[in-house]
């Protein structure tokens, strides 16, 4: 299974637009009609600081993108969350290897009823659990023995902050995550991620 970034961005970007045009169309309906949003997809960039080769932290950084659609289930408190997202690195280590990780995961996510900055920035967290796929020469050249590099397991755990525009927008000022996978390494079979996050969420 490859991944095009290019691919994976491009139908974001889409989901976003159609998004943005039923939020539009929302905007322009009679307040009487109006309901509180339960639902919204955010757009967002990525930035991965990764320690995938198994001697000790070669660290490297991933950069990419991703969206998290996300739905209450209970209105101003508990969300069920998905989150996809598609990273890339280049030039890792003196061999240059390359590395493309995708995770595609779900879970819930708590907003409590609380607000920072007179009411307009909004904390949360969340936790989530699925797969993350990796392909690049880092997998076949320096690690060729992954053979779960098609689906190994991923977890998410961390938290961000929102910024209220209007009643449908919001941007996502920041949000600091977690990231654990297991791909195998000859060593532990894990590494630890830190995903950092910004963007915009679009609520309908």
Request: charged residues 15%.
């Amino acid at each position: 299974m490859k991944i095009s970034i290019r691919t994976s961005l491009t139908l974001l970007f889409v989901m976003t637009a159609l998004f943005a045009s039923r939020s539009t169309s929302l905007a322009q309906t009679p307040a009487t009609s109006r309901k509180t949003p339960r639902g919204e997809f955010a757009l967002q960039y990525h930035y991965v600081r990764s320690n995938a080769p198994p001697d000790g932290c070669t660290c490297f950084n991933l950069n990419g993108g991703g969206g998290t659609f996300a739905w209450q289930v209970k209105t101003g408190s508990l969300a069920l969350v998905g989150d996809a997202s598609v990273t890339r690195a280049t030039a890792i280590s003196s061999n240059k290897f390359d590395l493309v990780m995708a995770t595609f995961l779900g879970g819930a996510r708590y907003t409590p009823h609380w607000r920072l900055a007179h009411g307009t920035v909004q904390p949360f967290a969340e936790a989530m659990a699925g797969i993350a796929h990796a392909s690049g020469s880092l997998v076949t050249g320096q690690n060729p023995s992954v053979s779960n590099a098609g689906a190994s397991f991923a977890g998410l755990g961390g938290g961000g902050l929102d910024m209220t525009v209007t009643p449908r927008v919001s941007f996502r000022l920041i949000e600091a995550d977690y990231l654990p996978t297991t791909f195998k390494n000859s060593v532990n079979d894990h590494q630890n991620n830190l995903r950092l996050s910004a963007g915009v969420v679009l609520k309908f």
